[in-house]
C-alpha cells in the first residue's frame, strides 16, 4: 500500500478519537455527578426554556445559553459548575463563556440525559 491509500484513513480516524474522547469526557462527568452535587456543585441544563420542560434533571436549573452571559453574574464563581445540554455541543460553548467571565471549577456533562442517576 502506498501513501495515498492511508490517507483515507486519517479522517474517520480522527473523527472516531474525537468523539471517543467526548463519549469518555461525559462518562467522568457522569460518574462524579452525584458527589459533586451533594458537595454544593451547581447543575445548569443550558437548553431552550420549552427543550426544558419536556423533561430535565430535577437537580438542574434551566439557563438557557443565550442568557448564560448575563446570567453568570449571579452565579457564585467559588462553586463547582456542571453544564447539559441536548447533545454537549451548546453546554461545550457554555464552558467558554464561563471561563471567559472567570469561572474555574467547570464540567460539560454533555446531553442532559447524562445527569440523571
Not at 469526557?25 to 457522569?30: D, E, L, M, S, W
Not at 437537580?59 to 448564560?68: H, K, R
Not at 447539559?84 to 467558554?96: D, F, L, P
Amino acid at each position: 500500500m502506498n501513501l495515498e491509500n492511508y490517507q483515507s484513513y486519517i479522517l474517520p480516524i480522527i473523527i472516531i478519537i474525537f468523539f471517543g474522547y467526548r463519549f469518555y469526557r461525559f462518562k467522568v462527568v457522569k460518574n462524579k455527578l452525584p458527589e459533586l452535587l451533594k458537595t454544593g456543585a451547581l447543575l445548569i441544563d443550558v437548553r431552550s426554556k420549552g427543550e426544558y420542560t419536556q423533561g430535565h434533571n430535577p437537580q438542574s436549573i434551566n439557563i438557557p445559553l443565550d442568557e448564560l452571559n448575563k446570567e453568570s453574574l449571579k452565579l457564585d464563581k467559588t462553586k463547582t459548575i456542571i453544564l447539559c445540554c441536548a447533545s454537549g455541543t451548546r453546554s461545550g460553548m457554555a464552558v467558554g463563556i464561563l471561563k471567559k467571565n472567570g469561572f474555574k471549577n467547570i464540567m460539560n456533562a454533555g446531553p442532559w440525559t447524562n445527569t440523571l442517576s
